[in-house]
């Protein structure tokens, strides 16, 4: 690219069903570590779904990380739980980068340069069904006056700048399960282009609740496979029959190299290309023929420089959710890129370890890409079991695996056709 302006990662905040915080994410990610169990009785409480399992993050109480009362105040009474995920991850992903928004200009840059990307697929649903039923059960008096700015899909990003005095651009994708990286994809853009120095951004999502779960479960989206919650979700495995709803946020610390270098910041890994397209072609399934996929595919190469160079790929975080259409047209997609160096590819779906984060579900396989970058290890897909010839490349199966991985691939697929795609590398001078 002709733009020398380099993105970089440096500080990254997991709240997910198998871990918060950086440390225990990762060691469950590496260790194979599921996840997803029975859901808590009073999730579906009245409602008589079958599914009752999911990603759920258990006891999940915002005064375990923050005391200041007005703070708690603002996160109890104005969030909706998709809003409360991205602020305690934003909190992670700051301290995390040792980032001191008191200090930018030591850093050389301001706080009207730092902006705050957060997608979600789904916004605050939980706020938009209880306020829904008060309306209808309690009146007009009873509803109050917060439902508006807790289920407003922008409410995260929003919350994120006043929290930390953020005075760039805040804005929110809602891309269905596309969203956090298409965020992820527009902050690259805004860092590149100039536009800011620091990006706080990544996705949100907490839909573990009786409207989102049954929408999905009458759409037969969701797995009814008759066997253990960890076991529910089997990426690019013969059984898969649907994917299992998650909750959680990931959030990261983007900067441009420059000011990264200046304050001494640890790097994981450097965003180096994005793509995205739109199948045109139907509003839940993937294109027959992995058109779609490839063409994001393909853009992101091109951004980065790597479209002659396309072997340089090591890994591939798929999107994988273990619907059986996903998987064999991620695949194809996959197929139609590379050639026979797509059999050469180590490919990993870690949603059969978080389940389908929604929202966040890209921005957590960015996590683990950079992660790889880093570490030279490649988080697992498990629960794979039995081979299935329309999915015939290397899924990492069941155990992480040490391995040189210089460059890696995320997608992010969602409901309208969307394909998102990033480019992650590992981060030398």
Same mark, same amino acid.
Request: proline fraction near 3%; glycine fraction near 10%.
């Given at each position: 690219m002709s733009n020398e302006r380099r993105v970089v990662i440096t500080g990254i905040g997991p709240v997910t069903p198998v871990g918060i915080g950086l440390e225990d994410f990762w060691s469950s990610m590496k260790a194979g570590k599921s996840g997803i169990t029975e859901l808590s009785p009073e999730r579906m409480?009245?409602?008589d779904c079958p599914v009752t399992i999911g990603g759920e993050i258990k006891n999940f109480k915002v005064t375990d990380y923050y005391d200041d009362r007005k703070i708690l105040r603002s996160l109890n009474k104005d969030m909706d739980p998709v809003s409360q995920f991205a602020v305690v991850a934003a909190k992670y992903a700051i301290e995390d980068s040792g980032i001191d928004f008191d200090k930018l200009a030591d850093y050389g840059t301001n706080r009207t340069k730092v902006a705050t990307f957060v997608g979600t697929g789904i916004g605050g649903i939980s706020t938009t069904c209880n306020d829904t039923m008060t309306l209808n059960n309690r009146g007009l008096k009873a509803l109050g006056?917060?439902?508006?700015?807790?289920?407003?899909?922008?409410?995260?990003?929003?919350?994120?700048?006043?929290m930390w005095g953020l005075q760039g651009r805040a804005k929110s994708d809602s891309t269905a399960c596309?969203?956090?990286?298409d965020s992820m994809m527009d902050a690259f853009w805004y860092i590149k282009n100039g536009l800011a120095d620091i990006m706080v951004t990544g996705g949100s999502e907490a839909c573990l609740n009786p409207l989102a779960i049954s929408?999905?479960?009458n759409m037969t989206a969701l797995s009814r496979r008759q066997t253990t919650a960890a076991e529910a979700s089997c990426p690019f495995d013969a059984r898969r029959d649907g994917f299992v709803m998650s909750e959680g946020a990931m959030i990261f610390t983007l900067e441009e190299l420059s000011i990264a270098k200046k304050r001494g910041a640890k790097i994981y890994a450097e965003l180096v290309g994005v793509g995205a397209s739109c199948d045109a072609y139907h509003i839940t399934a993937p294109a027959e023929d992995g058109s779609g996929g490839a063409r994001a595919?393909?853009?992101?190469?091109?951004?980065?420089?790597?479209?002659?160079?396309?072997?340089?790929?090591?890994?591939?975080? %798929?999107?994988?959710?273990?619907?059986?259409? &996903?998987? *064999? !047209? #991620? $695949?194809?997609?996959i197929k139609k890129v590379f050639g026979d160096h797509a059999y050469k590819l180590a490919v990993s779906s870690t949603k059969s370890m978080t389940g389908h984060m929604i929202g966040a579900a890209g921005p957590t396989g960015l996590a683990v890409a950079a992660l790889?970058?880093?570490?030279?290890?490649?988080?697992?897909?498990?629960?794979y079991k039995?081979?299935?010839? %329309?999915?015939?490349?290397?899924?990492?199966? &069941?155990? *992480? !695996? #040490? $391995?040189?991985?210089n460059y890696a691939i995320v997608q992010a697929l969602g409901f309208g056709g969307h394909n998102t795609v990033a480019i992650v590398k590992k981060f030398t001078e």
């Amino acid at each position: 690219m002709s733009n020398e302006r380099r993105v970089v990662i440096t500080g990254i905040g997991p709240v997910t069903p198998v871990g918060i915080g950086l440390e225990d994410f990762w060691s469950s990610m590496k260790a194979g570590k599921s996840g997803i169990t029975e859901l808590s009785p009073e999730r579906m409480e009245g409602y008589d779904c079958p599914v009752t399992i999911g990603g759920e993050i258990k006891n999940f109480k915002v005064t375990d990380y923050y005391d200041d009362r007005k703070i708690l105040r603002s996160l109890n009474k104005d969030m909706d739980p998709v809003s409360q995920f991205a602020v305690v991850a934003a909190k992670y992903a700051i301290e995390d980068s040792g980032i001191d928004f008191d200090k930018l200009a030591d850093y050389g840059t301001n706080r009207t340069k730092v902006a705050t990307f957060v997608g979600t697929g789904i916004g605050g649903i939980s706020t938009t069904c209880n306020d829904t039923m008060t309306l209808n059960n309690r009146g007009l008096k009873a509803l109050g006056l917060r439902s508006i700015i807790r289920l407003m899909p922008n409410a995260a990003s929003g919350h994120i700048g006043i929290m930390w005095g953020l005075q760039g651009r805040a804005k929110s994708d809602s891309t269905a399960c596309a969203s956090g990286l298409d965020s992820m994809m527009d902050a690259f853009w805004y860092i590149k282009n100039g536009l800011a120095d620091i990006m706080v951004t990544g996705g949100s999502e907490a839909c573990l609740n009786p409207l989102a779960i049954s929408s999905f479960y009458n759409m037969t989206a969701l797995s009814r496979r008759q066997t253990t919650a960890a076991e529910a979700s089997c990426p690019f495995d013969a059984r898969r029959d649907g994917f299992v709803m998650s909750e959680g946020a990931m959030i990261f610390t983007l900067e441009e190299l420059s000011i990264a270098k200046k304050r001494g910041a640890k790097i994981y890994a450097e965003l180096v290309g994005v793509g995205a397209s739109c199948d045109a072609y139907h509003i839940t399934a993937p294109a027959e023929d992995g058109s779609g996929g490839a063409r994001a595919i393909e853009m992101a190469l091109e951004s980065a420089g790597l479209s002659d160079k396309r072997e340089c790929i090591d890994y591939i975080h %798929a999107h994988g959710t273990s619907t059986p259409l &996903n998987d *064999a !047209r #991620e $695949t194809l997609a996959i197929k139609k890129v590379f050639g026979d160096h797509a059999y050469k590819l180590a490919v990993s779906s870690t949603k059969s370890m978080t389940g389908h984060m929604i929202g966040a579900a890209g921005p957590t396989g960015l996590a683990v890409a950079a992660l790889a970058c880093r570490d030279d290890i490649i988080a697992p897909t498990i629960n794979y079991k039995e081979a299935d010839p %329309a999915c015939d490349l290397d899924y990492v199966p &069941n155990v *992480a !695996r #040490e $391995t040189e991985v210089n460059y890696a691939i995320v997608q992010a697929l969602g409901f309208g056709g969307h394909n998102t795609v990033a480019i992650v590398k590992k981060f030398t001078e």
